[in-house]
């Protein structure tokens, strides 16, 4: 069978992967991809088919978005049940939403940039524009910039977290600052009224370097230089248990001079408490400038909200207990860790088990598949699935310090203790003897943990010492205190001044 392919953009919103043949037309045509699955429109009869395959997708009663970046399988399955190749031919094609390119069955989706732009020599060139400053930038200053917030959470991964709750608040008491966030790509949801910018498009460099207030909940990447004016926040995202930056096993010199210029170039940082202030001021050597300790915004929801929404979004119904497992990443392997098996656990449990991996693990990794197993990693945001779940397991994530601002028990798998607080990353304290739940290092124990529906009897006196430490600030209006100080320190202006 012959297969011709071809690529429609006449929909600026949404292309689609057209292919046409002739002969008995399949039963089934798809894109299957590691973070989303698409089923195509199978039309005509007899001499000739058509399959319309909109590279597109909407997840969890979210918008209708382009796919993430990657590798696809163009599967067509014949009338016989059995795969019909497809050795059709697409060369690079930009559309307003992708960048797609087919050969022998496998579709490579990218972001919308301009292969002019995207060589080493095209962003060489759009980063030497962004380092020199236009002549008598310096006498401008501020006036020189948009009365804009540049937002960028998880190296554009997703815009959720500490970020995401402070462009929330911000767009309800100043609506008429511009918005823009970072992007991987335009598969990334924004919030509403906000301006997506793909990272390393002319887009995204004017606006990084445009904006008054630079908001970021991690490393700035590539190069950034300081415009007159600028402030950047640095949220971060996390109360730390394990080692951070210069306190990490093992010196390396340049390791340490990457951390002192990277703290360099923030401005304020927030804290969860105190003593995420101490712990971050010692390992980022942030030590004459100020720290904001207000809790974290995106831990609003969890004394806020109640939900159902998110519920009704996964399509788990109100009656069925939920357990979300949420391990951190591991230095030594890009995807997640693998040493619970979900379907298991919800056989065990009887409950629906969502897998939440850590951000660093959503491009290399894949959806995990089970019974009752849900895979949430590419979720928008965590804080929502932090509300939803009845029980929390994970290991050495700071996911452990929001989670107890509600209340509900968590649980800890820790099967590789030894090797990670000894040879990946080390702590801050004894995990063990301070922790608010059970500490497990197999499956079988977990199991049995998590019998327990309510915090159990043994670590009520610990759970209610580590939220007096941890969680005093988690009141549900960081948000509002974070953004009045921004306002009250003119980082932007409420109103523009016409």
Not at 128 to 143: D, L, N, Q
Request: charged share 25%; aromatic share 8%.
């Amino acid at each position: 069978m012959t297969i011709a392919a071809r690529i429609d953009d006449t929909d600026v919103a949404t292309a689609v992967l057209v292919l046409s043949g002739t002969g008995a037309r399949p039963l089934s045509a798809t894109l299957e991809g590691r973070r989303a699955h698409v089923d195509g429109a199978l039309t005509g009869r007899g001499v000739t088919w058509t399959a319309r395959l909109p590279l597109a997708a909407a997840r969890w009663g979210g918008p209708r978005l382009p796919l993430p970046s990657g590798a696809y399988r163009v599967r067509l399955t014949g009338a016989d049940g059995t795969e019909v190749p497809v050795e059709a031919v697409i060369g690079d094609t930009m559309t307003p939403t992708v960048r797609v390119r087919l050969d022998g069955g496998v579709l490579g989706i990218r972001p919308p940039v301009d292969p002019a732009y995207e060589s080493g020599e095209g962003q060489a060139a759009l980063e030497r524009r962004y380092v020199t400053r236009p002549r008598g930038s310096a006498e401008r200053g501020r006036a020189g910039l948009e009365n804009a917030v540049f937002f960028e959470s998880f190296s554009g991964r997703n815009a959720s977290c500490n970020p995401r709750a402070i462009d929330r608040e911000l767009a309800r008491v100043a609506p008429g600052v511009m918005r823009y966030w970072s992007v991987v790509d335009l598969s990334v949801e924004v919030p509403d009224g906000a301006i997506p910018v793909v990272e390393g498009s002319p887009q995204w460099w004017r606006a990084r370097g445009a904006a008054r207030l630079l908001v970021v909940n991690d490393w700035l990447r590539r190069r950034y230089e300081r415009r007159p004016g600028q402030v950047v926040l640095q949220t971060w995202h996390g109360t730390p248990l394990k080692r951070l930056a210069l306190h990490r096993p093992g010196f390396d010199p340049r390791r340490a001079l990457a951390v002192l210029r990277e703290s360099r170039r923030w401005d304020v940082l927030l804290a969860q408490n105190p003593y995420g202030e101490r712990i971050m001021r010692k390992a980022y050597a942030f030590l004459r400038r100020p720290v904001w300790v207000e809790g974290y915004p995106r831990n609003d929801v969890l004394r806020t909200g109640d939900g159902s929404s998110t519920r009704a979004k996964l399509g788990i119904a109100g009656e069925e207990r939920v357990i979300l497992y949420a391990p951190t990443w591991r230095d030594d392997r890009d995807e997640m860790i693998d040493v619970l098996d979900p379907s298991r656990l919800a056989a065990d449990t009887g409950a629906v088990v969502l897998v939440r991996g850590h951000s660093r693990t959503i491009l290399p990794g894949r959806d995990a598949h089970g019974e009752r197993v849900i895979d949430v990693t590419a979720y928008p945001d965590m804080s929502e699935l932090l509300l939803v779940a009845d029980a929390l397991v994970t290991d050495y994530s700071s996911v452990m310090f929001d989670y107890t601002v509600t209340g509900k028990p968590i649980f800890f798998f820790t099967p590789d203790l030894a090797h990670y607080r000894g040879e990946l990353r080390g702590f801050y304290f004894d995990l063990a003897a301070h922790s608010p739940g059970p500490v497990t290092t197999t499956q079988s124990e977990l199991t049995e943990a998590l019998a327990d529906e309510v915090v159990p009897a043994a670590y009520l006196d610990r759970y209610a010492q580590w939220r007096a430490q941890f969680n005093q600030r988690d009141d549900g209006h960081a948000a509002e205190r974070v953004v009045a100080r921004i306002l009250d320190q003119g980082f932007v202006d409420r109103t523009d001044a016409d």
